[in-house]
């Protein structure tokens, strides 16, 4: 049975924006009068911002089979897959061929299940043809809506595989309705602030790992006053969580990097409605945790997921 893109579009989640782009559907984390502040800020924010990284397709389903076509554009890596994930577990893998049209088919077990299908994390994807040999409904929406604004470890980069990022874990652990803005190599700028029609309940910051030792300390300190300032003026009512960098290990300037987080930090905890997190306490210091000193992997994001979800538990976030 092939659903029309009218259902398709009710079975996508963690999108701000589905773009049509032919008869394929392109799900997005902006809304496009933020895809165009990036494209006016700098041309691989803008590109990245056009990524499907932490959007997927949720549904309830007694279906056998189920196959898309899609294609693939814009690769930021060599490493992009489908994830098929079955009542909250890994269930297949399918990876993405490079610049080409596909189709993705996966089997899975008899019975009524909640199935997601989560989408790459470092490509540009189009998808249609959405066909199940089953009877299926649309996921509501739970939880309240929280928006995490970050960079590549929001993005996915470093597990690679979309349903282990540290977002979709977070999401499954936490119920929340998670849209995840996340750009590789974004610091701290005024356009990765944006208020349109999207209004989220909460939002999470998780940004200042990038460029701490690529500017000047004057431009970190007023980049990231700017950029508080500005999460203020338009999220002000809202209660937020800002995550000060993680842990790294790739020959970094200790006596830098740890300034830096003390700027962020400081900068953070002028505004009453934002609580800091530590992000030195959420990941273990030890390379096994990280894809490459930097960036958590698979195992790494599962216990950042498990770290934030038990403290926002703890402080009613």
């Not at 165009?36 to 990245?48: I, L, N, T």
């Not at 979309?162 to 977002?167: E, I, K, L």
């Not at 950029?227 to 800002?242: P, R």
């Amino acid at each position: 049975m092939k659903a029309s893109k009218k259902t398709l579009k009710k079975f996508i989640k963690g999108a701000l924006t589905i773009r049509e782009e032919g008869a394929y559907l392109c799900p997005l984390r902006y809304e496009e009068g933020q895809i165009e502040e990036f494209k006016r800020a700098d041309s691989g924010w803008h590109w990245r911002s056009q990524f499907s990284s932490t959007t997927r397709i949720e549904l309830i389903t007694d279906a056998t089979e189920l196959r898309l076509d899609y294609y693939a554009t814009d690769f930021s890596s060599s490493d992009c897959y489908f994830d098929l994930y079955i009542d909250g577990f890994a269930h297949e893998v399918w990876r993405v061929r490079k610049f080409n049209f596909d189709r993705v088919t996966f089997t899975m077990p008899e019975g009524e299940k909640h199935v997601c299908v989560y989408l790459p994390t470092d490509c540009h994807i189009g998808i249609k043809n959405f066909n199940i040999n089953g009877r299926y409904k649309s996921v509501k929406d739970k939880g309240e809506k929280l928006l995490i604004i970050g960079d590549s470890i929001t993005q996915g980069y470093g597990p690679y595989m979309s349903g282990a990022t540290y977002v979709s874990s977070l999401q499954r652990k936490t119920g929340y309705d998670i849209v995840a803005q996340g750009i590789g190599g974004l610091p701290f700028k005024e356009c990765a602030v944006y208020r349109g029609e999207y209004e989220p309940d909460k939002i999470m910051v998780f940004l200042g790992t990038n460029y701490y030792n690529a500017v000047d300390r004057y431009d970190y300190e007023k980049e990231a006053r700017l950029f508080f300032e500005k999460l203020n003026k338009t999220w002000g009512e809202k209660e937020i969580i800002y995550i000060s960098p993680l842990w790294r290990d790739n020959d970094v300037d200790w006596e830098r990097f740890l300034w830096c987080r003390e700027v962020a930090t400081s900068e953070a905890l002028k505004y009453d409605n934002i609580t800091v997190i530590d992000g030195f306490d959420l990941v273990p210091h030890i390379e096994q945790c990280f894809y490459d000193k930097i960036h958590p992997n698979a195992y790494g994001c599962e216990l950042l997921a498990s770290a934030l979800a038990y403290i926002m538990k703890e402080i009613d976030f």
